[in-house]
């Protein structure tokens, strides 16, 4: 499907950041922040497939990644499976979930796909509160570490190496596949999907097929999130945790691989440095965002991406 192979200048800028980085990390915390970062960033660029490029939107991705976790981490601390092949299952499994709640979900359009997606993080958040004997209920569970193949991943370090890497492999196939034959025709049913149908597309095999492989990417980065940190509740899979990605999205620029990375880092990074503010933290990171999207509709990246990256102009 991906019509070249090709490293371009940006990932190699990409990757020269990530690999900087660490030398300016000067704590754990540092280092925790950077790797959230990342983690929201892969979450972002999924995301930012389904709504920037496909033009479907998703109030829903945070009860995806958050349900994909869950999976992940009761496999691993319940059923004593590898976390890898706890990975693996829950991908699986997310995937033919996606796919099933894809069929009638993405015939709605606007505001009607919006709430659909809204409905169901909802109730996934419900039931994952719930399950008290599954999944700790509101107080959460603890997570087993996190290893590969006997290789335990202890300390920061080890983690930020093991996320920024699998962050730029994923920029790689995202920025391939968008250059791709897939990628221009998730372009032209963003543009207009009736356009799509009448030159043979199946707009509906598309779309289901772009919002299972957001909701695979969320599953990674949720998971891996999980073990990261060491403790899971459901407020990972709260409806202002999908908020709080669409936002990111948004914020860097839908349409645009790197908005997405942008957006991220801007958000969870933004939170950290206003602590300082006290009680007008919240006022203050509102004011911010509602200034971007007056001042910079079409997100952050717009101010010097190339105008053709830009699917939603």
């Known amino acids: ?27 754990d915390f540092h280092f925790e922040i950077a790797i959230v970062a990342i983690l929201n960033a892969m979450i972002c660029v999924g995301l930012n497939l389904l709504m920037g490029y496909a033009g479907q939107v998703s109030l829903g991705h945070g009860a995806f990644a958050g349900l994909g976790a869950y999976i992940s981490v009761i496999l691993t601390s319940t059923y004593e499976l590898s976390p890898i092949f706890s990975i693996l299952i829950s991908v699986v499994t997310m995937a033919i979930l996606a796919f099933i709640i894809s069929k009638p979900i993405l015939k709605l359009k606007g505001h009607y796909l919006a709430m659909a997606t809204l409905g169901i993080g909802v109730i996934i958040s419900i039931v994952l509160s719930v399950e008290d004997q599954l999944t ?20 920061s370090l080890q983690w930020y190496i093991l996320c920024a890497t699998i962050l730029v492999l994923l920029i790689w196939t995202v920025s391939n596949l968008i250059d791709s034959p897939f990628g221009r025709i998730l372009r ?33 980065a949720g998971s891996l999130y999980a073990y990261f940190s060491g403790f899971i509740s459901p407020s990972e899979a709260s409806f202002s945790r999908s908020i709080e990605l669409v936002v990111m999205v948004v914020l860097g620029g839908m349409g645009r691989i790197y908005g997405a990375i942008i957006g991220a ?9 206003l602590t300082s503010f006290d009680d007008y933290e919240t006022l203050i990171y509102g004011v911010i965002i509602i200034a971007v999207m007056i001042f910079i509709p079409n997100g952050i990246t717009s101010l010097f991406a190339p105008k053709e990256k830009n699917v939603t102009s």
Do not use: C, W
Not at 136 to 145: A, E, I, K, P, R
């Open 265 to 273: 880092v801007i958000l969870t990074i933004l939170p950290q440095v």
């Open 188 to 220: 032209s049913i963003h543009d207009s999907e009736n356009a799509a149908n009448s030159v043979g597309i199946d707009v509906s095999h598309y779309k289901s097929i772009i919002f299972v492989i957001s909701v695979i990417i969320a599953t990674v």
């Open 136 to 155: 700790g209920g509101t107080d959460g569970m603890s997570v087993d570490s996190f290893s590969i193949f006997g290789y335990e991943f202890v300390d």
């Open 1 to 27: 499907m991906l019509a070249r192979y090709n490293i371009n200048k940006e990932i190699i800028i990409l990757t020269s950041i990530l690999v900087i980085i660490p030398f300016l990390l000067q704590n």
